[in-house]
């Protein structure tokens, strides 16, 4: 069966068959993007996802045959949220996002912002590490990349999305089975941040439970909002966020773009929709 196309509550929804269709109209549709933000304002940036559907749409980057369509030199690769665990550990975002594609295409490595880690005293930054205290804190890791993205902001030369946020072309995002978005759990300190920035997120339920996310605030600075999820384990969450939910209950409700927002689904995760 081909895709299904419907829109619901400003929303265009996507749906696929199964989960490899999400992850490959998932790389064809970013590849396209970027390359036209490219064209239209000579850099693109791109905010990176993990999970197993956002990790599966960048190793289908990484296969296409349309992979150089975009000039990867000129792209700014930001992070939606992380593990705060250590440097180069295989459960951090950015460890998995270079495994299945950024190792593989010719990055300026000035342009990839990974959040901080958990190694004492550093955070990972600027493709490397730069020193802050004598101990590891996500509070200060938060802060450090609220500063990155403020400096990214005004290099990027375009007017921001929200004050100090980058007008990010175009951020990935997954959900789990209660409704988190980034690192965004329900009714938990970090939805109730308003404001757009950076925040430390401690007890998560689900591990590890210390990360660094954006705000939803900060994730709606971007011009286009994907939303990528499959399996049926998301269904009820999307079919509550999709017909009014609050945010506070269900964090993926507060995902918007300021010129779109995409949700791209398999069968099984848009079934309450």
Known sequence: MSAETRTVAGREVVVHDDEQAVADD?????????AGAQSARGLASVVLTGGGIGIAMLRAVAA??????VDWSRLEVFWGDERFVPAGDPERNDAQAREALLDAVPLDPARVHPMASSTPGHAALDAGEVELTDTADPDQGAEAYAQELTEASARLGEAAGAPGIPAFDVLLAGC?????????????????????G????????????????????????????????????????????????????IPLAGLAGTERTLWLLDRAAAADI
């Open 26 to 34: 998932g790389a064809a549709r970013l590849l396209a993007a970027l």
């Open 64 to 69: 296409s045959p349309d992979r150089d369509s």
């Open 176 to 196: 789990g089975p209660e409704g988190h978005t980034l690192s965004v759990f329900p009714d938990s300190p970090a939805v109730h941040a308003t404001a757009p």
């Open 198 to 249: 950076v925040v430390a997120v401690r007890d998560c339920p689900k591990p590890p439970p210390t990360r660094i996310s954006l705000t939803l605030a900060a994730s709606r600075a971007a011009r286009e909002v994907w939303l990528v999820a499959a399996g049926s384990g998301k269904a009820e969450a999307l079919g509550r966020a999709a017909h009014g939910a609050d945010e506070v209950e």
